[in-house]
């Protein structure tokens, strides 16, 4: 009978130590096609991060796919204010994080409003209405 219950609880009691895949849920698509960028949400057993997912537009030859990690609900909240406060800004503004920098930087051909995302060995930009998507996006969140 012990026997029987040990080879009962034994499988259970390996699966309990196996690390659960997180669930990665798509917030919003940024942008799509050939430089798409999207916010996620990765839901861990213990925590729930967020991401923004962008194709680096150092490399034109070949798709190199970055990540800008958040760890918490806060700190996505707090680049969305960054790009609230960006918006009411002026050309060349730079919000500064210990990750990242979004740098404002308004394009005189098509008066439109941009953005420079840079982090540690990655770069893209973006402009004003997929910055709106993304803070209409986390202002959602709960």
Request: charged letters at 25%; a neutral charge; one cysteine or more.
């Amino acid at each position: 009978m012990k026997k029987l219950s040990l080879l009962f609880f034994l499988p259970l009691t390996i699966l309990s130590w196996l690390p659960v895949d997180p669930s990665a849920t798509n917030l919003a698509d940024v942008r799509v096609g050939a430089w798409p960028m999207n916010l996620e949400r990765d839901i861990d057993r213990r925590d729930t991060t967020y991401a923004l997912i962008f194709r680096d537009q150092q490399y034109m030859d070949f798709v190199m796919m970055d990540t800008l990690e958040f760890a918490n609900l806060g700190q996505l909240r707090y680049f969305g204010q960054a790009l609230d406060v960006l918006k009411k800004g002026h050309n060349g503004d730079i919000a500064n994080f210990k990750d990242y920098s979004i740098k404002r930087a308004d394009k005189r051909l098509d008066g439109g409003v941009w953005y420079m995302l840079k982090i540690k060995f990655g770069l893209t930009d973006f402009q004003q209405p997929e910055a709106d998507i993304m803070c209409k996006t986390i202002a959602g969140l709960r």
